[in-house]
């Protein structure tokens, strides 16, 4: 072949290939991508959900776990599609974001973790706790795990002399809200003192960032007591305590009692606010210490066919026990589903 010929083949070939490749950039639809920052309660809930959305919808889920109040922030800034927070928007909050709703798309429970070397209790239970306990400890009244007043709702345990370490949430928690408003609910001194909120001025003990730092602390300290959804406990191997509830019940954050304590609710207002802490002695399997988590959407934004289609799928195949029962997630009950669904209604371009 002659050279002439052979330089028209190479630029021809070499057309040919700029062509296929504009044809693969232009002829393939683009992915939606959703961008989403907040909670680190929900957070492995979300990791869950992530694969199966995609899956579903051709969705790609990016999702910072950078703590409710840093989701609350984003949302509001509009730097994300969506938020995630464990605490409802205060009215400023509401404000703030410039037409958001808050909608309820999750149902869990807070443990408390603790590490006590040498603890010995009976076998197939946990270390016991009440609400008056737990406040006293980290209002920090009660230093030692062999006092009296903790040895006295353990008879049948052996409790070392070891002192305790409170851990709480730096920054703006949504799981330190929960905590809080359950405090707030069966201490009368922790309400009047420290009242509830994303952050107080804790008494005592050490801060953790995250709830994965809370579950890194307790394990790594002897002594430590923490508060962390129960899928932070589980995936880091800690022992959580039974908490009395208002029926005198001493009670795990099992699915059958996050389902106990989600149920009190019999209607959702307006602004999807719910508190289920400590409900009434008429529960007597529902764990004190739940909440629902929020997602927190713009009324008007570019992407509401994206987010209606993904917060659906995550009210309804979402709640799933093959995404939920592993990290001890409860399906959401009706009434809050039917609430949810008509929120996200509201969500349009």
Known sequence: MRKSALVLVAILATALVAVGAAGAKTGKSQTTVLNGAGSTFVSPLVSLWTPAIGTAFDYTVQYSAVGSGGGIQAITNRSVDFGASDAPLTTDQFTACNGCVQIPWALAGTAIDYNIPGLVVPKNTNL??????????????????????????????????????PVYRTGNSGTSYN????????????????????????????????????????????????????????????????????????????????????GTISSVPANGELHIVNPSKSYPTAYPIATYTYIILPLKTSNAPALRKMVFWALTQGQASKYTAKLWFAPIPKVVLVASEKALQGISS
């Open 128 to 165: 016991l706790l009440t609400g008056d306990l737990i406040a006293k400890i980290y209002m920090g009244q009660i230093t030692k795990w062999d006092d009296a007043a903790i040895k006295a709702v353990n008879p049948k345990a052996t409790i070392p002399s070891v002192s305790i370490t």
């Open 179 to 262: 905590f809080t408003d359950y405090l707030s609910s069966v201490s009368s001194e922790w309400s009047s003192k420290l009242g509830r909120g994303q952050s107080v001025a804790w008494p005592a003990g050490t801060g953790a960032s995250g709830s994965a730092g809370v579950a890194g602390a307790v394990s790594n300290t002897a002594g430590a007591i923490g508060y962390t959804d129960t899928a932070f406990a589980i995936a880091n191997h800690l022992h959580f305590a039974s908490i009395q509830n208002a029926a005198g019940k001493f009670i795990n954050p099992s699915i059958r009692n996050i389902v106990a304590a989600g």
